[in-house]
């Protein structure tokens, strides 16, 4: 499985944008990057997904590089609510529903 | 449209005692998925379950748990004679047969048991 690497953690202020890098320089050619959020008290969060296109949705942007070895996950206007643990997970449909959850980046939003 | 269900949401069960919990999917998916999240650490897949059948239980502790998902009713996780270490929060998660492929899964807002 794919190793990543996430800062541990990050910070921004209310209404700014928020871009959170992952490397997963040893990603297979067939693995999804996804990314996950956990709030405090609560169950990961599905946020986005992509394969090589940058990807949008009505949560975030998910920009993956050419070579796919990084991505980053794009909150365009942070708010207090997306103060969480953010996971990046390389995801291979193979691996039958396994997640590999490593340490995340614990984004902190200041108001 | 109700998301994945897991009760009870707070367990203490004193040492030797057994927990059970308990995971209802999201409606239309059939396949469950457990992981535990030990206090300052990440979450770590446990089990993979369809209707009436274990796929993938590789991370399950070898003795004291067991996981099944009947025909009917909840997922159940079963934690028997526990210990300290058991202490954690348990989240189950549910998709459809696509498995992350195309949604991502859904999980539920956990189960914290707490050994005393």
């Known amino acids: 499985d794919a190793k990543t690497t996430q800062p541990n953690s990050m910070e921004s202020n209310e209404e700014e944008p928020v871009h959170l890098p992952c490397n997963h320089s040893?990603?297979?050619?067939?693995?999804?990057i996804h990314w996950y959020r956990q709030l405090p008290s609560q169950g990961p969060e599905y946020v986005i997904h992509?394969?090589?296109s940058n990807v949008n949705n009505r949560m975030a942007s998910l920009a993956i590089a050419e070579d796919r070895k990084s991505s980053t996950l794009i909150l365009h206007r942070a708010t207090l609510r997306d103060a969480a643990v953010y996971y990046c997970?390389?995801?291979?449909?193979?691996?039958?529903?396994?997640?590999?959850f490593g340490r995340g980046t614990q984004l902190t939003v200041w108001p | 449209n109700a998301g994945v269900m897991q009760n009870p949401r707070h367990l203490v069960r004193r040492r030797g005692q057994e927990a059970r919990l308990r995971c209802s999917p999201m409606?239309?998916?059939?396949?469950v998925y457990w992981y535990r999240q030990l206090p300052e650490e990440g979450l770590k897949f446990m089990v993979y379950?369809?209707?009436?059948?274990?796929?993938?239980e590789s991370g399950m502790p070898k003795e004291r748990f067991s996981a099944e998902f009947p025909k009917e009713g909840p997922s159940i996780l079963r934690i028997q004679q526990v210990v300290r270490g058991d202490s954690a929060a348990y989240f189950c998660?549910?998709?459809?047969?696509?498995?992350?492929?195309?949604?991502?899964?859904?999980f539920g807002s956990g189960t914290r048991l707490t050994v005393v």
């Open positions: 998660a549910s998709s459809g047969p696509l498995g992350a492929t195309r949604d991502g899964y859904t």
């Open positions: 992509g394969l090589t």
């Open positions: 997970i390389p995801y291979r449909g193979s691996t039958l529903g396994r997640l590999y």
């Open positions: 379950l369809q209707k009436e059948n274990i796929i993938d």
């Open positions: 040893t990603i297979s050619g067939t693995d999804y």
């Open positions: 409606k239309g998916h059939s396949h």
